[in-house]
């Protein structure tokens, strides 16, 4: 037990992380198992469990990312990159997911390679499609960034030097859901359901948590980043939406990552002492936090505007929200590392 927390890079981080461990475990195993089963209240359970597991599982890759959980950065990476074939972001690299990650803290900027907005432009019959999923809420977009990760070393989004490693991934991971097919076709569709659950829950909490500018650029060139990497535009460009304020023991449905001004702040805090630090940095009344309902209604409201959005609109985001006006911006996910 002491050798245990002699790893950790925070003392009392034990058994915070064994319970969410052992949550993403039961959640996700336990709910491929319910959607196999006949009729649909388990199978609908099951997709709520395995969707919300993977949620869990994201956001924790997220504390590995910033070295948040153990001392040596080996260790942060070796769980992050197994949480990431829970989350199905694996077909990216680890290391490329982390490496994006700290350029969105370092640069104050959404850096991505492969500008979706614009290919959709050049290809009307797909942006149609895309925006007739979206209007049913079914997140496209979202998709359609995983699609690419899964073939970014082949069409030029990625190092060419990744494709061995990504075509294996691609036959191990199509083969297991082929082997699952065998055993449940069922639970294997219902997964795509959860699958879409996961994307939906990752895509509205990263929607309204900056007005950053986003930037394209196909490599590590730092032509055409802002760089205004200074604290003042870092904290007035975050806002932070919590699930509920009255209750935030509801914020660990989103394993705290709600709590995003506090977490820029100190990035390298684990997501269960982010209540404490938000309250320490902030108190209670938060003038840059937004409340769950106005971002359901914004979302709502403006979903189809979110496709080829950048930015929430010309006003402060908390008054976008109260009017609103909000519009969610998408393709932002740490787990698209390109």
């Known amino acids: 037990m002491q050798r245990s927390r002699n790893t950790l890079r925070h003392a009392d981080g034990l058994w915070p992380n064994l319970a969410v461990l052992a949550y993403i475990l039961v959640t996700y195993v336990g709910g491929w198992l319910l959607m196999a089963q006949p009729g649909w209240a388990l199978p609908a359970l099951g997709v709520l469990a395995c969707g919300h597991g993977m949620v869990i599982a994201a956001y924790l890759i997220h504390d590995c990312a910033h070295n948040a959980l153990f001392k040596k950065a080996s260790d942060n990476a070796r769980l992050g990159a197994a949480l990431n074939w829970v989350a199905g972001g694996c077909y990216g690299t680890y290391e490329d997911l982390r490496y994006k990650h700290m350029r969105h803290h370092v640069d104050n900027a959404d850096t991505i390679a492969f500008d979706y907005r614009a290919w959709l432009k050049a290809h009307p019959r797909t942006e ?53 097919a065998l055993w449940s076709l069922k639970a294997v569709l219902l997964y795509w359901l959860a699958y879409a659950l996961m994307l939906t829950v990752l895509r509205f909490f990263d ?15 730092d032509a055409g980043l802002p760089h205004k990497g200074d604290r003042e535009y870092e904290e007035n460009n975050t806002y932070t939406n919590p699930v ?12 705290n990552f709600c709590y995003h001004n506090a977490h820029h702040t100190r990035p390298t805090t684990p997501w269960y002492k982010l209540p404490a630090l938000h309250r320490e940095l902030y108190g209670d009344h938060f003038e840059r936090a937004l409340p769950l309902h106005q971002q359901l209604r914004s979302y709502h409201r403006h ?25 969610p911006v998408y393709g932002l996910s740490f787990l698209t590392a390109f």
């Open 128 to 180: 149609k499609l895309v925006f007739t999923l979206e209007w049913a809420y079914v997140p496209a977009v979202d998709y359609m960034m995983h699609g690419v990760l899964m073939v970014a070393p082949f069409i030029g989004y990625a190092d060419k030097a990744q494709r061995r490693r990504g075509a294996w991934v691609l036959i191990t991971r199509f083969a297991v859901l082929a082997a699952l």
């Open 244 to 255: 509920s304020r009255r209750w935030p023991v509801f914020n660990l449905l989103i394993l």
């Open 303 to 327: 979903r189809l505007a979110g496709i080829h959005a950048e930015t929430y609109g010309q006003v402060p985001a908390p008054q976008a929200m109260r009017e609103g006006s909000a519009v």
């Open 207 to 221: 929607a309204f948590q900056h007005n950053y500018d986003i930037i394209a650029i196909l490599n590590d060139s």
